[in-house]
């Protein structure tokens, strides 16, 4: 679908790839940007800095909270009278540490975040848009929705759930012959501030800015499934092919993916705050 003439809704668009896509899809001649996002400071100067461009509206949800997530695509229609491009940014990282020092709610907080809402904000998208004949759904995963990512298994498990689920919807929509599009996106680490501190081996850390294009030009060409970088697409055929073993050395000696977390930082932001005050 064109993002020229097109109303896009992102979440977790205060901030990162979603808030750069906010503004790329205004460049780019987007009718209308709609931003949601969690942190209310963060919706304010990013509508600030977006309504040079265009038409920006921002709203303040929680995409764990399915009632807040209903009202708010239904206040969208009323405010923008259409949205035909979700993006799905909305997420967290909580910890580095091992899967051991986890608490229950930094096991609820992620899955409800990152693996939950997307189902809750694609419902929404879903049925407006084929009730519409017409949408492009695009959920961002991450490529560690592929392989094993020690000291973030909480995070992996979430994005492995969000790659099942939106592939799935693919599939059930390509089988409707639903004119809705669905596109599952699997970036390596970018550098937002969301992984401060990881130290990636081989593989470069990736432009938040380029990979907002990509994303955005991922759907103007319809595409299924954007790995980025395109390498990404291989881990699958990897893991098909080796022995596991030999998938572990490969992945975590030579390429050093299972030390990349080592000296994790991250951001510190309101779920990080939420969970520090949970626990
Ligand atoms: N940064 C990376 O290295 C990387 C790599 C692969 C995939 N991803 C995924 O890409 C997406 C965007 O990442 P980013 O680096 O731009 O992150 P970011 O931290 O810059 O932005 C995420 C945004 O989501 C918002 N958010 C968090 N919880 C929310 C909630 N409950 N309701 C509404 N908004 C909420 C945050 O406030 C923030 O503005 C995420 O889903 C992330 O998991 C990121």
Redesign the pocket.
């Known amino acids: 679908m064109k993002i020229k003439g097109s109303t896009l809704l992102i979440?977790?668009?205060?901030?990162?790839?979603?808030?750069?896509m906010g503004r790329l899809a205004l460049q780019q001649g987007a009718e209308a940007v709609a931003i949601?996002?969690?942190?209310a400071e963060?919706i304010d100067e990013t509508v600030a800095e977006h309504k040079q461009y265009g038409t920006v509206r921002g709203y303040?949800?929680?995409?764990?909270?399915s009632d807040q997530v209903m009202s708010a695509y239904a206040q969208v229609l009323k405010d923008l009278g259409r949205v035909d491009i979700v993006i799905?940014?909305?997420?967290?990282?909580t910890s580095n540490s091992t899967f051991n020092e986890n608490t229950l709610r930094e096991i609820d907080?992620t899955m409800?975040?990152?693996a939950v809402?997307p189902m809750y904000v694609g419902l929404a998208a879903l049925q407006d848009m084929t009730a519409k004949g017409r949408g492009h759904l695009v959920n961002?995963?991450?490529?560690?929705g592929m392989l094993p990512c020690p000291n973030m298994s909480i995070?992996t498990a979430?994005?492995w759930s969000?790659i099942g689920w939106s592939e799935s919807v693919r599939v059930e929509l390509q089988r409707m012959n639903s004119p809705v599009k669905i596109t599952t996106?699997?970036?390596?680490?970018?550098?937002?501030?969301?992984?401060d501190g990881?130290k990636s081996k081989v593989f470069p850390?990736?432009d938040?800015e380029k990979t907002a294009r990509k994303i955005l030009k991922a759907v103007e060409r319809n595409k299924i499934y954007a790995g980025?970088p395109f390498s990404a697409h291989f881990i699958r055929l990897m893991e098909g092919i080796f022995p596991t073993r030999i998938f572990d050395w490969l992945f975590g000696d030579v390429f050093g993916l299972y030390t990349v977390m080592d000296h994790f930082k991250g951001?510190k932001?309101?779920?990080r705050e939420h969970l520090r005050r949970a626990a």
């Open positions: 979440t977790g668009g205060a901030s990162g790839i979603g808030r750069i949601w996002d969690i942190n963060h303040r949800v929680d995409v764990s909270d799905q940014c909305a997420g967290i990282i907080r409800q975040i990152n809402a961002v995963a991450s490529a560690a995070y979430s994005k969000a996106v699997a970036p390596y680490y970018i550098n937002t501030g969301m992984f990881i850390i990736l938040p980025i951001r932001d309101e779920n």
